[in-house]
């Protein structure tokens, strides 16, 4: 089926707004579509695909520039017939047809490596340098692949084999995920939101990796427990869910707009454990007050958020080597307040989405530096406790193209001393 030759002019429109990379794709696209009502549900889709196409591939198609410079139009048309297929778009001459097909059918192996990798200069270089241009080449191929959706089962309202077998009945293929236990894997992306499963909070949407950072920290019943930069609350449910909905888990962020979607999330979850706190920085005296009292804090760095390319191919685009290194301050700032909070024997785990080494192990050993009161645990030894068939060593890195995961890293930390039990604390 064709699609409407307007779809054209509305993709061209679309990216000239994402392109000017003002603020993250998926704001600016939600906002161009929201100013554009009258256009259909296919319509809408393939504006968005086609657009996230061009995303991950855009020094690819720039490289066949006309007259030094690609039209807008010939990046739509490209990011179309890649989605769609050329047959499926009107309005398109000869000439234009001849150009797309002309990009398509070049051996990219001839090409430059970097364009092949669809990378800027500064990040192919460091990617290079950190895995070899061999892995750096194999592992932008997997991080230029769309994503699959991935979901986190809620243990407090179902089983992993009754969501499945609730999906398959709806029509939608799902496979286990092969590392989290509560994990389940769809390749196409249908609408959840209406699904009973989703409504009534069995099912969350949470990326395989991100469910891992949750079961490093391994938080037990009863608990105090904090996730430090919370975000939405998709690790804070799949802890407090891990808790058994017992003790004691604070949700600290920075953002009221990030906590907010929390709360209908929250609703559905059934738990009543976690404690949103909106706070001004890391040193806010709501946190100041928690020092030495935590059993375990998550630490999900803001970060360069380069090991979610698969969801986010803009973030290669909009980043920069400036941004890295005030990116570096905060990490080392936010790491060093969460820390005050765990008490002796309790466990920090700092992770970011990132495949950088300068944002992971390079903040965690400068930690330990200035830290003698904290040990670093082997990632491999807690995978095992966990029973996570994962081949690890002193940290946790899941790569794209080798556990078809976000890219993420994350090191478990342990204050020396020994751990409180509960009843000591109440005496306290």
Known sequence: MRLPPAVINHTENALREVLRFTGPADVVLSHYLRANPKLGGRERGAIAEAVYVVLRHKALYTEFATHGKTTMRQLALLGL???????ALGSVSEEEAAFVNSVRATDQNLLPARIRANLPQWLFDKLCAQFGQEQCLVAAQAMNQAAPLDLRVNVLKTTRDAALAALTESGIVATLTPFSNTGLRLQKKPALQNLPLF?????EVQDEGSQLLAQLLAPKR?????DFCAGAGGKTLALGAMMRNTGRLYAFDVSEKRLSKLKPRLA???????HPVQIAHERDAKIKRLAGKLDRVLVD????????LRRNPDVK???NEEGLAELAVKQRAILDAAARLVKSGGRLVYATCSLLDEENEAVV??????HPDFTLLPAAQILAEQKIALEMGDYLKLLPHVHQTDGFFAAVLQRNGKPHTAQEDESA
């Open 81 to 87: 017939a890649e989605y769609a297929g050329l047959d």
């Open 199 to 203: 409504k009534d909070g069995s099912i």
């Open 222 to 226: 009863g608990e105090m427990v904090a």
């Open 268 to 274: 559905r979850s059934g738990l009543s454990n976690v």
């Open 301 to 308: 760095a803001p970060c360069s958020g380069l090991g979610t």
């Open 317 to 319: 685009w909009r980043q």
């Open 365 to 370: 050993q400068d930690f330990l530096a200035s």
